[in-house]
């Protein structure tokens, strides 16, 4: 049995409510009457409104932006381009394309690779153009996580079957339903990164989904699959023990470092379902499409999971699992702890999307009443990540964003374990969110601003080259030489060996550019020191920020 190391924070104990969706096995696909597919911002199109699709065909075109690719979900017709409300926390509206399907089953012809004699680089083109990512929570390009294999630095593979969360049930009902090839490909993609180990993880509460995975890994040993080297490993249920960081930790007793991934480890973490989407591409050339969506909560007439394709609203999955018992007091993407409140029901189901909550109590971040913070240090005890929250959130909420920088705010994986437990009814992770997103975008605003400073300065210095050479022309003209002349002297001028004294004007543009390249020298240093998180004025050592946790 694989020794466990544990991790720091946490919250044991908290109500799983996951049995409704589990009793009974995946429900088959929900086909609305139309489907709204994201558009991302700098992808391009690849069809025009009024076409006709198949299911499988490619629709955008994400080379410039490593974005992930759309595909069509089904057959049917591609209408036109909306605003629609957006799977974002923001309740933001974006573009999106508006596919009516047909009801036919026409689809692209497929293209079948196998593991057999299959190279990495192969594998991570395969990915790509299915357009697979992160299915656990964040949505990381799954190819760019693969090209760490490349180097040859992977010794550990991890296969993620950890619903810590309350509520979500997917990858659980996944496991149970297809375990045979989950350990299959576990044990095929291990092979073919030549990783050292492999381990799948699942938590204590999830019972029949590990002694699917015993019996599927024993089955195999006769078959003369390679599963001897994939270890299955039964965590304690524990909040947020299905975290990248915390599973990594956990398992191998080892932190991802600061600013760092775990690549940098020598770890490759895919959540299950993430890994099945890649057997489906290799076995049978199909790209991801579809997902297993949870719908749960107090207020849906019959829990379940069920297969929903990409581009369903919200309102139509919920529809399909029985509609509401009463009004939904609050609408979550997500589960009740890292999930967001939707603005609109007609959101529609995404790469991400692993849960649809519809509860008749209001999510963390609009509890009330709010009561001022009366530094009890509970928020401390369960950050798994190490943080001092409640300093976070006052250096959030007042807008000192270096000093939230200096306090790691990058650190933070948003798991609302301190808003849990925190007697005051805090938001501190709707605050910490919303400094993040302003921290970005003044990064982002900080980044124009200096493309078009190095134009401006390049401009400059082209202008001034222009006039000294124009300065020398003038010279030799006055001279009475030319530039072709066989006087010694005058080519010595032309070409700079002996060059004449520069005009006022030249001097003048000279000493403009030079001033320039000066300031731009000193915003660059500016700039670097503050992308530490170290602020000017201060010697405390500066904090960089780290990327977010999760697939």
Same mark, same amino acid.
């Given at each position: ?59 955008? /075109? ?5 974005? %992930?690719?759309?595909? #069509?979900?089904? +057959? $049917?017709?591609?209408? &036109?381009? @909306? ?120 938590? /204590? ?5 590990? %002694?699917?995975?015993? #019996?599927?890994? +024993? $089955?195999?040993?006769? &078959?003369? @699959? ?131 909550? #519809? ?141 004449? #004294? ?50």
């Amino acid at each position: 049995m694989t020794a466990l190391y544990g991790f720091r924070g946490g919250i044991a104990g908290l109500p799983s409510n996951k049995e409704g969706s589990t009793s009974q096995p995946i429900q088959p696909l929900v086909i609305p009457q139309r489907l709204y597919l994201p558009i991302d911002p700098g992808v391009e199109l690849l069809i025009k409104p009024g076409k006709r699709v198949l299911a499988g065909e490619v629709l955008t /075109d994400s080379n410039a932006t490593k974005a %992930a690719v759309w595909h #069509a979900p089904v +057959a $049917g017709r591609f209408v &036109e381009i @909306v605003d629609h409300p957006a799977a974002h926390p923001s309740g933001r509206s974006d573009p999106a394309m508006v596919l009516e399907p047909d009801g036919s089953a026409d689809q692209v012809e497929f293209s079948e690779t196998g593991w057999t004699d299959l190279s990495v680089e192969r594998l991570i083109a395969i990915v790509e153009s299915a357009g697979i990512t992160g299915m656990g929570g964040a949505g990381f390009p799954t190819w760019l996580k693969l090209g760490v294999a490349e180097s040859g630095r992977l010794s550990t593979l991890i296969i993620n079957g950890v619903e810590c969360e309350p509520e979500i049930s997917c990858d659980d009902m996944l496991i149970r339903e297809q375990a045979d090839r989950v350990v299959v490909a576990t044990a095929k993609l291990a092979a073919l990164l030549q990783v050292e180990t492999a381990y799948i993880a699942v938590e /204590d509460d999830s019972p029949q989904a590990m %002694a699917a995975l015993r #019996a599927a890994k +024993a $089955g195999h040993y006769t &078959e003369g @699959v390679p599963v001897g080297g994939v270890e299955l490993v039964e965590l304690p249920t524990r909040y947020p023990s299905g975290s990248e960081k915390q599973l990594i930790e956990n398992l191998l007793g080892k932190q991802v470092p600061k600013n760092g991934l775990p690549a940098d480890l020598g770890v490759l973490c895919l959540n299950v379902a993430t890994l099945c989407a890649i057997e489906d591409a290799v076995m049978k050339g199909q790209p991801l499409t579809t997902r297993v969506v949870t719908v749960s909560g107090e207020a849906v007439a019959r829990p379940q999971n069920r297969w929903a394709l990409f581009g369903t609203p919200v309102a139509d999955l919920i529809e399909s699992c029985g509609g509401l018992t009463a009004k939904a007091e609050n609408l979550v993407m997500g589960g009740p702890m890292m999930g967001f409140a939707l603005a609109s029901p007609q959101t529609p189901v995404i790469k991400t999307t692993n849960c649809i909550l #519809a509860q008749n109590r209001p999510p963390l971040d609009k509890r009330q009443p709010l009561m001022p913070c009366i530094r009890c240090g509970d928020c401390v005890d369960v950050c798994p990540a190490g943080l001092l929250p409640q300093q976070l959130y006052w250096f959030a909420k007042s807008g000192e964003h270096d000093k939230a920088q200096r306090h790691n705010l990058f650190d933070c994986i948003e798991c609302g374990a301190c808003a849990y437990v925190c007697p005051s009814q805090l938001p501190l992770v709707h605050h910490y969110r919303a400094a993040k997103s302003e921290i970005r975008g003044q990064q982002a605003q900080r980044i124009k601003a200096d493309i078009a400073r190095e134009r401006m300065l390049a401009r400059d210095e082209r202008l001034a080259r222009r006039e000294q050479e124009a300065a020398e022309r003038r010279l030799l003209k006055r001279g009475g030489r030319k530039a072709g002349t066989a006087d010694p002297e005058a080519k010595k001028a032309v070409t700079g060996e002996t060059r004449p #004294a520069m005009s006022d004007e030249v001097a003048t543009a000279m000493d403009r550019a030079k001033q320039l390249q000066q300031q731009a020298d000193a915003d660059e240093t500016r700039a670097s020191i503050e992308s530490t998180g170290e602020s000017v004025d201060s010697t405390e050592p500066g904090q960089g920020a780290n990327r977010e946790n999760g697939e």
